[in-house]
């Protein structure tokens, strides 16, 4: 890889945010990710829209980040709130990302038709929601991260031509 990006990774666990649950699914994206640029921000944050909108636009348009990988909050209980707070963020959705990793996961438990997860682009910034589980990380993010690069290359300004060849 040619271009090293601008990394952050929010974990969204109201547990986690109190200090009563190590953040794993956070350290497993941070591992994942260390390939495609460094993770410049990092938080544990409870599972509160307003709170979550606040540092997914801190982090996209004060601290310039390529990428922010959010973990938990996707499934259906009251406090999951993630994908709506996502929402309100973004310029626009990237909905092949969540649809590859829903089809990936789809593989391996019926549970993954339950995900809300989304990305999308705020500015230049990529953010895709991510499951809050260690095997949930490990398994979506392995089915987006083969095209991250090119993606992110392209948000950046790579003024390259996709389809060679």
Not at 53 to 77: C, H, K, P
Not at 131 to 160: C, F, M, Q, W, Y
Request: aromatic share 2%; net charge negative; with cysteine.
């Amino acid at each position: 890889m040619s271009q090293s990006f601008r990394i952050g990774v929010l974990t969204l666990s109201d547990k986690g945010a109190r200090g009563e649950r190590e953040d794993q699914s956070g350290r497993v994206l941070a591992e994942m990710v260390a390939e495609l640029g460094r993770i410049e921000r990092y938080a544990v944050i409870a599972d509160e829209i307003a709170q979550i909108v606040a540092t997914l636009i801190d982090w996209a348009d004060r601290d310039r980040l390529d990428l922010i990988l959010t973990t938990g909050g996707t499934g259906l209980s009251p406090r999951d709130v993630t994908p709506q707070a996502t929402q309100q963020v973004l310029d626009y959705q990237v909905p092949g990302l969540a649809e590859a990793m829903r089809m990936g996961s789809l593989e391996k438990t019926p549970h993954a038709m339950l995900s809300r997860a989304v990305a999308g682009v705020r500015g230049r910034t990529l953010i895709v929601n991510l499951p809050g589980s260690p095997k949930g990380v490990r398994e979506n993010l392995a089915v987006i991260l083969p095209a991250l690069a090119h993606g992110l290359a392209k948000l950046t300004g790579d003024p390259a031509d996709c389809g060679q060849g």
